[in-house]
């Protein structure tokens, strides 16, 4: 049986109600398709910044899982050095665990990792193993928001050791995969030979469409929908409350439309630094038009996305995510989609004509963009019908599939 690790130190683990769930997906996929998988995950969830429960790791160990948990100190800030430290404790705590297991067949990296890059690429040859990059953030380009503005044009000279590490990281790999187009340009960019290397872009999170049409069903079932007054409209963001979101945004222009329009009303889910700030200033503001639901179940969750009006896409300036993994829960369930992000994403949504973007911390902008949004019920509708016919297209089946068809190409292809 050929064995797969996987270095992913943010993803979550299975049972956590919230994180990136796309190191589970993977696992589980590769799983059904015969591979042994060794996860090696961080000691600190960085979604929800608390340290991990390390039963959850005990009780999901299966004869062809194994779940490395690697001691990594907090941290709560996205861009600091303690963050900067927990991926440094992340690399060598791999370093000093990988002679206690099989050796691997392919190694799948979530890159860019700093410390990590490079020393997978020594590990890799060290086994005479592949090398599949999993290209899921801009790094070091997101460092540049650490700067004084008046330094931020030098941010590629400032942080040129790390942009030479990935692009070595990168003419290393033996296959490739990218969220988006935009991150996979850069890895052409950097590394042309990856062009004629296993790659492919895979919505890594996307939406497992039977669970969705089941959350439907439920609800149609229930009597959960009964909570919506029919004469609101709901708004919903559910994500990481955190600074690189524009969270802060989100609660000011809630201040702005509860004098402007009384029937939209704001629900808010998640976890992550700045809850207190939300849960403060729906108190101290008195905003009846917002609530705070909490970190959700998934299913839970879908719920109120198949009852919602309009789902945020909300994120600070300069932010280097370019199609967030919120997006594909909206598509399949049927939810016209609010965006501050520019580029791709946003050329998406107007291209398909399934939302509205505003300009990133201006709580008018998007005060005024959600108004608009809800002015107009058979716009709404045409787009909910345009967002019908796109979700199948992200169901996380057909993604992992893809998935499953590189990882077999590349270690076939280093025999």
């Given at each position: 049986m050929?064995?797969?690790?996987?270095?992913?130190?943010?993803?979550?683990?299975?049972?956590?109600?919230?994180?990136?769930?796309?190191?589970?997906?993977?696992?589980e996929n590769?799983?059904?398709?015969?591979?042994?998988?060794?996860?090696?995950?961080?000691?600190?969830?960085?979604?929800?910044?608390?340290?991990?429960?390390?039963?959850i790791v005990e009780d999901n160990q299966t004869e062809n899982l194994k779940i490395k948990i690697i001691k990594c100190r907090s941290y709560?800030?996205?861009?600091?050095?303690?963050?900067?430290?927990?991926?440094?404790?992340?690399?060598?705590?791999?370093?000093?665990?990988?002679?206690?297991?099989?050796?691997?067949?392919?190694?799948?990296?979530?890159?860019?990792?700093?410390?990590?890059?490079?020393?997978?690429?020594?590990?890799?040859?060290?086994?005479?193993?592949?090398?599949?990059?999993?290209?899921?953030?801009?790094?070091?380009?997101?460092?540049?928001?650490?700067?004084?503005?008046?330094?931020?044009?030098a941010s590629g000279v400032i942080f040129y050791p790390f942009y030479l590490m990935r692009k070595i990281t990168f003419l290393s790999a033996d296959g490739l995969t990218a969220v988006c187009n935009t991150y996979r340009d850069v890895a052409f960019k950097q590394a042309p030979k990856l062009r004629n290397k296993p790659n492919d872009i895979i919505y890594s999170t996307g939406v497992d469409i039977n669970k969705m049409r089941e959350s439907f069903e439920e609800l149609n079932q229930s009597k959960f929908q009964n909570q919506k007054n029919p004469e609101e409209y709901w708004v919903i963001y559910a994500g990481t409350l955190g600074d690189n979101y524009d969270i802060k945004t989100l609660i000011r222009a809630a201040e702005i439309l509860k004098y402007k329009n009384e029937k939209i009303k704001i629900l808010v889910a998640g976890d992550g630094p700045l809850k207190k700030y939300v849960t403060d200033a729906i108190a101290d503001?008195?905003?009846?038009?917002?609530?705070?639901?909490?970190?959700?179940?998934?299913?839970?969750?879908?719920?109120?996305?198949?009852?919602?009006?309009?789902?945020?896409?909300?994120?600070?300036?300069y932010s280097t995510v370019v199609i967030p993994a919120k997006a594909f829960d909206y598509?399949?369930?049927?939810?016209?989609?609010?965006?501050?992000?520019?580029?791709?994403?946003?050329?998406?949504l107007i291209e398909k004509g399934v939302g509205f973007n505003y300009d990133a911390e201006n709580p008018d902008s998007l005060a005024s963009v959600i108004a608009h949004a809800l002015s107009d019920n058979v716009r709404l509708k045409i787009m909910k019908d345009k967002l019908s016919t796109l979700s199948n297209i992200y169901d996380r089946q057909e993604q992992y599939t893809k998935y499953g068809k590189i990882v077999n190409s590349i270690i076939t292809s280093k025999k």
């Open positions: 050929k064995i797969i690790w996987i270095f992913s130190s943010g993803d979550a683990l299975p049972e956590e109600k919230w994180g990136h769930t796309h190191g589970i997906y993977l696992t590769l799983i059904k398709n015969g591979y042994k998988v060794i996860y090696w995950v961080s000691s600190f969830s960085h979604v929800l910044k608390i340290q991990r429960d390390y039963k709560t800030g996205h861009i600091s050095l303690n963050r900067l430290l927990s991926a440094w404790d992340y690399a060598i705590g791999i370093f000093n665990n990988i002679k206690s297991e099989c050796k691997p067949d392919c190694i799948i990296l979530g890159v860019p990792h700093l410390f990590l890059d490079l020393l997978t690429v020594i590990i890799a040859k060290k086994y005479k193993a592949s090398l599949l990059l999993d290209f899921r953030d801009l790094w070091p380009e997101l460092f540049k928001l650490a700067l004084p503005r008046g330094l931020r044009f503001r008195k905003l009846s038009n917002i609530e705070y639901l909490g970190a959700l179940d998934r299913n839970t969750l879908y719920k109120y996305y198949f009852m919602s009006d309009l789902g945020l896409s909300l994120y600070a300036r598509f399949s369930t049927k939810l016209p989609i609010i965006n501050s992000l520019p580029g791709e994403f946003s050329e998406l």
